[in-house]
T-cell receptor, first 114, second 107 residues
Framework: DVKVTQSSRYLVKRTGEKVFLECVQD?????MFWYRQDPGLGLRLIYF???????EKGDIPEGYSVSREKKERFSLILESASTNQTSMYLC?????????????FGPGTRLTVT | GENVEQHPSTLSVQEGDSAVIKCTYS??????FPWYKQELGKRPQLIID?????GEKKDQRIAVTLNKTAKHFSLHITETQPEDSAVYFC??????FGKGTKLTVNP
């Protein structure tokens, strides 16, 4: 059974703080993804990675960076948190290198920036 | 980039009725179209997907149809039950999701 875990379910940070969101998957998946979910906007892709140390920008990468030092771990970094980054952040992983395959999502981290 | 439009944004049906959610996409090269269900407070989970070499796929009460010429695909849920109440998302191959449809099944 695939398990994708995220380091925090809820997080409250102040404007300007550096924020780290961690995601770990235990099924040796090649691809990992970070999305943000906002009401009425669906899921929007921030960054994804198809291999260790590889990353590609998604649709809304501004204000974010990522790190993938190990295959099972994908980190999302907010260099200087802003209030418009208050959102639900979802991590996901998928097995195949190409994009056409099931994504397994983590439980999400609800981030509030005050 | 790819654009995926999903309609309706909300849908309310009586238990036992059918529900249909439609998505249109812009990238004619897309070949993979998944549907995810997200229950309140839970993570999205894949419920069905279709690849462009078939026009329809069924799994018990849910089905997905694909019209590549018109660039749209639809989710069909028959004999709806209260536990079908959730937000449903379609997506295109390039990881662009629709904005979601909140389905409410009234007992």
């Amino acid at each position: 059974d695939v398990k994708v875990t995220q380091s925090s379910r809820y997080l409250v940070k102040r404007t300007g703080e550096k924020v780290f969101l961690e995601c770990v998957q235990d099924m040796d998946h090649e691809n990992m993804f970070w999305y943000r979910q906002d009401p009425g906007l669906g899921l929007r892709l921030i960054y994804f990675s198809y291999d260790v140390k590889m990353k590609e920008k998604g649709d809304i990468p501004e204000g974010y960076s990522v790190s993938r030092e190990k295959k099972e771990r994908f980190s999302l970094i907010l260099e200087s948190a802003s209030t418009n980054q208050t959102s639900m952040y979802l991590c996901a992983s998928s097995l195949w290198r190409d994009r056409g395959g099931e994504q397994y999502f983590g439980p999400g981290t609800r981030l509030t920036v005050t | 980039g790819e654009n995926v439009e999903q309609h309706p944004s909300t849908l309310s049906v009586q238990e036992g009725d059918s529900a249909v959610i439609k998505c249109t996409y812009s990238d004619s090269a897309s070949n993979y179209f998944p549907w995810y269900k997200q229950e309140l407070g839970k993570r999205p989970q894949l419920i069905i997907d279709i690849r462009s070499n078939v026009g329809e796929k069924k799994d018990q009460r849910i089905a997905v149809t694909l019209n590549k010429t018109a660039k749209h695909f639809s989710l069909h849920i028959t004999e709806t039950q209260p536990e079908d109440s959730a937000v449903y998302f379609c997506a295109g191959e390039k990881l662009v999701f629709g904005k979601g449809t909140k389905l409410t099944v009234n007992p």
